[in-house]
């Protein structure tokens, strides 16, 4: 009897003990829950908060937006204002220009007074052998090449190889695209060029022949290009853009359809304009291996005088003229930066081994032309379809 008495107690404390330990779990377990949900509702207050703050963010966002699309408004209207009277400013500037002689370098006789090259002669037949001497020598424009200011890459036009350049005369932009063909293209202005999409947006000019070679030129209103057929010898095509025809053509005075430059095959011969007029660079047989000059008549076509510039056609890619001197530039097959290394000057006032060897900036592949303006000192480079503008820097002459 007094076993089982212990055994109900023990049994009974033993049920007592558990109950307190299952509610102390229970408690605890509350208790966590509670801390739980606490947990919860700060972090839904705090996220409350934070989509209160994205959404004001993004109002003001918005608000900023509209802002800055009505400062650009603005801003565009400002720059339409501001290009038609710089279109306008070009056009009284072209007036003008019209109007008066764009060179400012001063005539041979003011020359003659300025450096005293000779004085007064007792005899008249030695005057006058001095005046031809000095004029055989000294040229309307003293100006030399030396560095290149800027660069700019206005777009990719067209093919690989291909001519654009500017008549001096006016804003107008012409595009040779590829080494041969009827059809030149015609912009009104290089900003034009620059904005279009293509030669599509362009104003289309049939030629009556094809023109070969990246070696064309446009000079005061006339279109000057060679013309290389298989049964016909080598001709030199004027034509003008005003009337739409040809008014002169002129046999190639050279004895074979040779190569001007090694680099670009395709130009047997390069027409150049500069201060001085209109000049022709080719080569006179295959067997030549420098590059020869005249300086032609741009009216009637003629040739006035013919030189050998010593200037090698291996490894040439382009040449271009400015006051009278000849600047051949130069490259390697796989193509490196291009560089003039050969010049002449047809007063012999510059000699070759005397200038300062000139480099291009590194840019796609090279020249397969450039062309000179000397109202805007630039050339007008196609490279690998690009078409670039040089901003060249010019110095003095120092005439002996």
């Known amino acids: 009897m007094k076993v089982l008495f212990f055994f109900i107690l023990s049994t009974a404390w033993t049920l007592i003990e558990a109950q307190h330990y299952y509610q102390g779990l229970m408690d605890y377990l509350e208790n966590r829950l509670l801390a739980i949900e606490d947990r919860m509702q700060l972090w839904r207050d705090q996220f409350h908060h934070y989509h209160t703050e994205t959404l004001d963010f993004k109002k003001l966002t918005a608000e900023v937006m509209d802002g800055l699309r009505k400062e650009h408004g603005l801003i565009a209207k400002d720059l339409e204002g501001a290009a038609e009277r710089m279109d306008r400013v070009e056009r009284e500037m072209e007036f003008v220009e019209s109007q008066t002689s764009p060179r400012a370098c001063a005539k041979q006789a003011d020359k003659v007074v300025e450096q005293e ?213 130069y490259n390697t097959r796989l193509a490196s930066r291009s560089r003039v290394e050969c010049l002449f000057d047809v007063n012999d006032v510059v000699i070759s081994e005397e200038a300062p060897l000139l480099y291009f900036p590194r840019r796609y592949g090279s020249h397969a032309s450039l062309k000179y303006n000397p109202e805007e000192k630039q050339l007008y480079g196609w490279d690998d379809g690009y078409q670039i503008i040089y901003r060249l820097t010019t110095k003095r002459k120092v005439l002996a």
């Open 117 to 329: 090259a000779w004085g007064l002669q007792e005899r008249e037949e030695e005057e006058d052998e001095d005046w031809t001497e000095l004029h055989s020598r000294v040229s309307d424009c003293a100006d030399i090449f030396s560095s290149i200011r800027s660069v700019k890459i206005l777009k990719r036009v067209g093919s690989p190889k291909g001519m654009w350049t500017r008549d001096p005369r006016s804003s107008k932009v012409y595009i040779f695209n590829g080494t041969s063909g009827d059809t030149v293209f015609q912009f009104n202005s290089v900003r034009d060029f620059s904005r279009s999409a293509g030669v599509s947006d362009s104003k289309s000019i049939k030629l009556p022949s094809e023109w070969s070679g990246a070696g064309g030129a446009v000079y005061n209103g006339y279109l000057y290009y060679i013309k290389h057929d298989a049964d016909t010898d080598v001709q030199i095509v004027k034509y003008d853009l005003f009337s739409g025809s040809v008014t002169d053509t002129a046999i190639f005075p050279v004895e074979s359809r040779a190569s001007l430059y090694k680099l670009n095959p395709e130009t047997i011969a390069d027409l150049a304009a500069d201060d001085e007029g209109l000049w022709l660079l080719y080569a006179s047989s295959d067997s030549e291996p420098n590059i020869s000059l005249a300086k032609m008549d741009a009216s009637t076509l003629d040739i006035e005088e013919t030189w050998d510039t010593r200037c090698p056609r291996e490894k040439a890619e382009a040449a271009f003229v400015i006051c009278g001197t000849v600047y051949v530039v």
